[in-house]
């Protein structure tokens, strides 16, 4: 069974702290794996698309890294308005996308 | 830039009661879907259609139904809703090309089924 799972669930920094959210993958025939972006009350915002593993994808203080089992997001030097979830998704062959249950990432001022 | 609309935002049904949620695009995408989001379950896919005349069942498609008529226009039906069909729905569409498969989002739907 195709599954997407990410840690941490909820994540706290002080702004300027640096730190990383993973998303693991059990799928069969991955086409691609995504970054997005979810604010309150809106629908997701794409980030990033990583297709092959040692790939990575950088923008502003966000930069994403896949392996063959799992993808990181980093983020360097957060800013309170970094603030929202993030969520992972994969695209598997049968042209189904599955998403991960995401991190709530709030950074303190 | 309109992008993936849907309508309406928010939509209170008594049960047993049934409505079309509605999803167009204008960036003449051939892959449109639905997705409901639950607290702690993530997106889930409802359905999805490769392109206007096809469409297909994904992980919990249980009490609704689709059509594709056109390339713009991807309705989603709740034939007789119940509480359990509670939840924010979305929809969103992707051009299926070679290294452009991203996901473009509406603002979602907020549901309650009372």
């Known amino acids: 069974e195709d599954q997407v799972t990410q840690s941490p669930e909820a994540l706290r920094l002080q702004e300027g702290e640096s730190s990383s959210l993973n998303c693991s993958y059990t799928?069969?025939?991955?086409?691609?794996l995504f970054w997005y972006r979810q604010d309150p009350g809106k629908g997701p915002e794409f980030l990033f698309t990583l297709y092959s593993a040692g790939e990575e994808k950088e923008k502003e203080r966000l930069k994403a890294t896949l392996t063959k089992k799992e993808s990181f997001l980093h983020i360097t030097a957060p800013k309170p308005e970094d603030s929202a979830t993030y969520l992972c998704?994969?695209?598997?062959?049968?042209?189904?996308?599955?998403f991960g249950t995401g991190t709530s990432l709030t950074v303190i001022p | 830039n309109a992008g993936v609309t849907q309508t309406p935002k928010f939509q209170v049904l008594k049960t047993g009661q049934s409505m079309t949620l509605q999803c167009a695009q204008d960036m003449n995408h051939e892959y449109m879907s639905w997705y409901r989001q639950d607290p702690g379950m993530g997106l889930r896919l409802i359905h999805y259609s490769v392109g206007a005349g096809i469409t297909d069942q994904g992980e919990v498609p249980n009490g609704y139904n689709v059509s594709r008529s056109t390339t713009e226009d991807f309705p989603l039906r709740l034939l007789s809703a119940a509480p359990s069909q509670t939840s924010v729905y979305f929809c969103?569409?992707?051009?299926?090309?070679?290294?452009?498969?991203?996901?473009?989002f509406g603002s979602g739907t907020q549901l309650s089924v009372l």
């Open positions: 998704a994969v695209l598997v062959t049968g042209n189904q996308f599955y």
């Open positions: 969103a569409s992707s051009s299926f090309g070679a290294t452009n498969e991203k996901l473009f």
């Open positions: 799928v069969s025939g991955l086409r691609g």
